[in-house]
């Protein structure tokens, strides 16, 4: 079971968030907060796994939050939800420690998505952000453990990555391949662990040092 939380800046929109998610498979609703000094306490009580946090403008005191939860509560994992703000604090909620993005487009199931593949150990960014990590990274220095090791990826783990890599979910990756969504999973477990790397954007920074995706 997946304990989750919501926190919003207003309580009847924490609560109907709440609402959107609780009954899923596999999903328990905690609680719903608002921002208060009792809220880092809460998680660690509750023994949250996910929080999903709506981010309505540029915050530093969102920032801070963020970063407190991270490092009271390491386990667990922050999705947030932005509506109104701009792409560059949307990668300073990356950086200090969100582990997935979900914007005011998303539905139901993409929260869902984002919900799952953060409790099973990857990160979720919408679709609309994955441009703008690859931006923001690829000029990064390049881990040298990455190199050279495509060769090591199967065929059919290989048609994952570059499925993926092109902005397609675990559910539609399952679909045009004909597997479950758990297989898609485990594949691209195996494929970080193959290649050494730990977050989904060093996947499709792979993908593209590799060739075995080009932008556009």
Do not use: W
Request: charged share 25%.
């Amino acid at each position: 079971m997946i304990n989750v939380s919501v926190v919003d800046e207003h309580l009847i929109f924490s609560e109907a968030l709440g609402a959107l998610v609780s009954g899923a498979e596999d999903i328990n609703l905690v609680s719903c907060h608002t921002f208060s000094d009792e809220l880092i306490l809460s998680m660690r009580e509750n023994l949250v796994h996910i929080a999903i946090i709506t981010v309505r403008k540029p915050d530093k005191k969102v920032l801070q939050d963020i970063k407190a939860l991270n490092y009271r509560s390491p386990k667990l994992k922050i999705l947030v939800l932005t509506i109104g703000v701009d792409e560059k604090f949307i990668l300073q909620l990356i950086k200090v420690g969100a582990k997935g993005h979900i914007s005011s487009d998303s539905g139901r199931f993409e929260i869902l998505e984002a919900v799952y593949s953060l409790r099973n150990g990857f990160e979720f960014y919408a679709k609309t952000i994955t441009n703008l990590l690859l931006n923001s990274y690829l000029n990064d220095k390049e881990s040298k453990s990455n190199n050279n090791h495509s060769g090591k990826l199967s065929p059919r783990e290989t048609e994952v990555l570059k499925l993926f890599a092109d902005g397609k979910t675990n559910k539609q990756i399952a679909d045009i391949l004909f597997i479950s969504i758990r297989t898609v999973e485990t594949h691209k477990t195996n494929i970080m662990k193959k290649i050494n790397i730990k977050t989904t954007v060093d996947l499709v920074k792979f993908a593209i040092k590799n060739n075995i995706i080009k932008l556009d």
